[in-house]
């Protein structure tokens, strides 16, 4: 049997397209149905690492939790990681094939195409119902011959269209009618409806636009999402750490942490379990002495590791930190981050810069080498010292991560570890991850998604609350085993005519 599909379009970026792909993939699986979550082409720092070993955007991990399936590369065959403005790492089927430039990456969309339609195939084989995610905008006129994302997707897909709107931002309406009206006759008549998203307010003020707009289309409109607060699932897109900009300062009773925002940042979610605890505030700062005073500092990933060291330098973070660091107050650094905190970095083989070295802080006992094999791979790993991060107590606790590097640390023979590696891909070994300073002051490693284990949050918090002399919060308000997606598929059932999105996955 072949699955029937649902493609979800938006009329630009990052107005929900992903987390209503979240919410219908838990509405449906909660029917009985067998569903899994498909992007042709996404555009991301955040990513993760599917069981076997494979690269996809987190946005589709996320879906698939929602779904309660295993993610896989099918569900987003082709990742693009931006180096710079016009290229981008391109990650097919889970692996990089490379850095390439867009006009490059443009002459191979039709071998890429036939992979996308394979990969579709695949899904729809073994499941229900898959749900599309589009990307951007389907009226994108300069793009739209060499589309990999959206129509074409919708096409090959055999899927009706429900369009996305952010009414939010302002002008959803005008969003609506023009992205209509750029498309071809043959691409307007896949749109099943109208969704309008993130509304704040009465609804019944909103009725006479809605009711314009289908006069104005002929085509219904599904619902009105309203603005979900406080959403626990993890973001993806950029915008959503622009929004972050300009958080104030934590209060004297909360923890204040402080996140270094690189210009290539990546795999910035790793905070957001940080994010979510009552009592603390993470910060993305850009200047210097915006990290002054604050609990804790962290290093983040980052997609180029050479030139945001550089820009540490330049910018005054590099002394900074150090300066930190004298004074026996707690840096973490995580993937590249944690490389920048070693002595130096290598890159002979121009894997990642046309600079073969730099200088690193000097905070930990190790140099980071590039080669040209990209480590990813789910991890299994457990406490190898006591610090910030791990108590004695949590030594025997099994931890779960991720890693996605080039960068290897090689590390001195009388330097300590952060974390022992149990398992790679669930194929058992026995490594040493990352470093910490004698006096514990400084921790890095190359683990992403620490922060999703409740045992590091809360070693970690515990640590930072004492040493500003707070009190734990009460136990009723941490941060509890809340499944977010079925409040979301709940927000769905509540605000969108499910006998029209019912009419939409059947027809």
């Not at 957001?272 to 604050?294: C, K, T």
Request: charged share 25%.
């Amino acid at each position: 049997m072949t699955a029937r599909t649902l493609m979800i379009q938006g009329t630009a970026s990052s107005v929900g397209k992903s987390i209503v792909c979240a919410a219908l993939c838990r509405l449906f699986r909660q029917r009985g149905l067998r569903v899994a979550p498909f992007k042709s082409q996404n555009m991301a720092l955040n990513a993760f690492v599917t069981p076997d070993g494979g690269e996809i955007g987190r946005a589709q991990a996320v879906q698939a939790e929602a779904a309660r399936v295993v993610p896989t590369v099918d569900m987003n065959p082709i990742l693009l990681k931006p180096e710079g403005d016009a290229r981008s790492q391109v990650i097919v089927l889970g692996k990089s094939i490379g850095s390439l430039g867009a006009a490059e990456y443009h002459m191979r969309k039709p071998e890429l195409r036939t992979m996308v339609h394979a990969s579709l195939d695949r899904l729809r084989a073994t499941h229900d119902l898959v749900i599309i995610e589009g990307a951007g905008s389907p009226a994108e006129i300069n793009l739209k011959d060499r589309d990999i994302v959206n129509m074409y997707v919708a096409h090959i897909a055999e899927a009706p269209v429900v369009l996305v709107g952010d009414i939010d931002r302002g002008g959803v309406f005008a969003a609506f009618v023009g992205t209509m009206e750029l498309l071809e006759p043959h691409e307007r008549a896949r749109v099943g409806a109208f969704l309008v998203n993130k509304f704040r307010g009465d609804v019944k003020l909103l009725e006479p636009g809605l009711r314009f707009l289908e006069d104005r289309t002929q085509v219904p409109v599904l619902g009105v999402l309203p603005y979900v607060k406080q959403l626990r699932v993890a973001d993806e897109d950029s915008v959503s750490l622009e929004e972050r900009r300009g958080r104030p300062r934590a209060a004297a009773n909360q923890i204040d942490i402080a996140v270094v925002r690189l210009p290539r940042i990546s795999n910035y979610d790793d905070f957001q379990p940080l994010e979510y605890e009552p009592d603390v505030v993470v910060r993305f700062v850009e200047h210097a002495d915006a990290i002054e005073g604050a609990d804790l500092v962290i290093l983040p990933g980052t997609k180029a590791t050479m030139a945001d060291l550089e820009w540490l330098h330049a910018t005054g973070f590099a002394d900074a930190i150090a300066a930190r660091a004298s004074r026996a107050l707690p840096v973490l650094g995580i993937c590249g981050g944690c490389q920048m905190l070693g002595e130096s970095i290598e890159d002979p083989h121009g894997v990642e810069s046309t600079q073969q070295f730099a200088p690193g802080l000097g905070l930990l006992a190790f140099q980071t080498r590039f080669g040209p094999e990209k480590r990813t791979c789910q991890v299994r790993a457990r406490s190898a010292r006591a610090s910030f991060l791990t108590d004695a107590a949590a030594a025997e606790e099994t931890l779960f991560g991720y890693e996605i590097h080039m960068g290897r640390l090689e590390r001195h023979a009388h330097a300590s570890s952060s974390f022992r590696i149990l398992a790679r891909n669930g194929a058992e070994v026995h490594e040493l991850d990352g470093d910490v300073s004698e006096d514990g002051t400084v921790v890095g490693t190359m683990i992403h998604g620490l922060f999703e284990n409740a045992s590091v949050r809360r070693t970690l918090l515990t640590h930072l609350r004492r040493a500003k002399g707070l009190s734990a919060p009460p136990p009723e308000t941490t941060v509890g085993p809340r499944d977010e997606y079925d409040r979301l598929a709940d927000v769905v059932r509540q605000h969108v005519n499910m006998d029209l999105l019912e009419k939409l996955v059947q027809s």
